[in-house]
């Protein structure tokens, strides 16, 4: 091989048919070929929204009143408003954290899609799934709503989807527990 071939940049190949239409971040972080994302439940909005307020509400109250009582009263209040206003925004920004999460069971991997702000996708492969566990903590068991957590032998892969109502929670685990199965690496 000759200076002038190893200096040549490699060749491109498009392998992205079906996203060529799309911006370059709506490209990226499309399903895979012919999949559409699955959603989560609505009623991990009303999830959100109540940790939002059990949150805000404790921390505005104890925070401002201590803050008031040690530097001052203006300050207690800029305390108060400050955790309530974040409260706030958590509580209308529910509807949107929900509809960033989705997931897709692909022919080898599973793929989970979340993010606002800092957008993320992850591929599990199949063969690397180790354990798939359903939890549910009290609020999601009120609310009828698990989270699905699939992990890997790496310890930085681990990944989860919130807000699955409980029988698609079920179904879901037992569908990536078979298809690791038949991966051969097993569960």
Not at 55 to 65: D, E, I, K, M, R
């Amino acid at each position: 091989m000759d200076f002038a071939e190893a200096s040549e940049p490699p060749r491109m190949v498009d392998r992205t048919p079906a996203t060529s239409g799309m911006p370059p971040v709506e490209a990226a972080f499309a399903p895979p070929e012919g999949q559409t994302w699955s959603r989560v439940d609505s009623a991990f909005t009303w999830y959100r929204k109540l940790l939002a307020a059990l949150v805000a509400v404790p921390v505005a109250v104890l925070g401002g009143t201590a803050l008031g009582i040690w530097q001052g009263w203006p300050w207690g209040a800029v305390c108060a408003l400050a955790a309530l206003a974040a409260g706030a925004t958590a509580w209308f920004g529910a509807a949107r954290i929900r509809d960033s999460w989705g997931y897709a069971e692909g022919r080898s991997d599973f793929l989970i899609v979340s993010g606002i702000v800092v957008r993320q996708l992850v591929v599990v492969p199949y063969g690397r799934m180790q354990v798939v566990d359903v939890t549910s903590n009290l609020l999601e068991q009120t609310l009828g709503i698990a989270t699905v957590r699939v992990r890997t032998a790496a310890t930085t892969a681990d990944a989860r989807i919130p807000g699955l109502s409980l029988e698609d929670a079920t179904a879901l685990r037992d569908r990536l527990a078979a298809r690791s199965e038949t991966f051969s690496t097993g569960l």
